[in-house]
């Protein structure tokens, strides 16, 4: 038999290729990726009138925040508590890094905003 005309059945050669680079690339964006690490953290806002918003925030376990070894980081996240203005205090996390994710009515007079910030880690 001529070896030239046995073809494998079936699966285009341009299939196998696109299959060959889905995997590359799945495992590259694995490997990135375990160099990232989300967390998160929640706004309380309960309304107390039209100019003034009684605000607090959750952000879990000091020591779970990669920023925990840095007291700034922890003060200006706990300044939040003090805002009487949900709007400013959701620009001041932007300012800090977090993403703003969701918003959630909890009631009538109040809701909660979820953020998130992805930190890099370091070796």
Not at 23 to 43: D, G, H, M, P, S
Request: charged letters at 20%; aromatic letters at 14%.
């Amino acid at each position: 038999m001529n070896a030239n005309k046995l073809k494998e059945p079936g699966v285009p050669n341009y299939f196998k290729l696109f299959t060959i680079i889905l995997i590359n690339i799945f495992v590259f964006n694995t490997a990135i990726a375990q160099n990232k690490v989300e967390k998160f953290c929640r706004l309380t806002v309960i309304w107390k009138s039209e100019h003034r918003q009684l605000i607090s925030i959750n952000y879990g376990d000091k020591k779970d925040l990669l920023d925990s070894n840095n007291p700034s980081i922890i003060n200006k996240l706990d300044s939040i508590n003090n805002f009487t203005n949900d709007i400013n205090a959701i620009n001041y996390m932007s300012k800090l890094g977090w993403s703003f994710k969701k918003i959630v009515s909890i009631s009538q007079f109040t809701y909660v905003c979820y953020f998130r910030k992805i930190y890099e880690l370091t070796n």
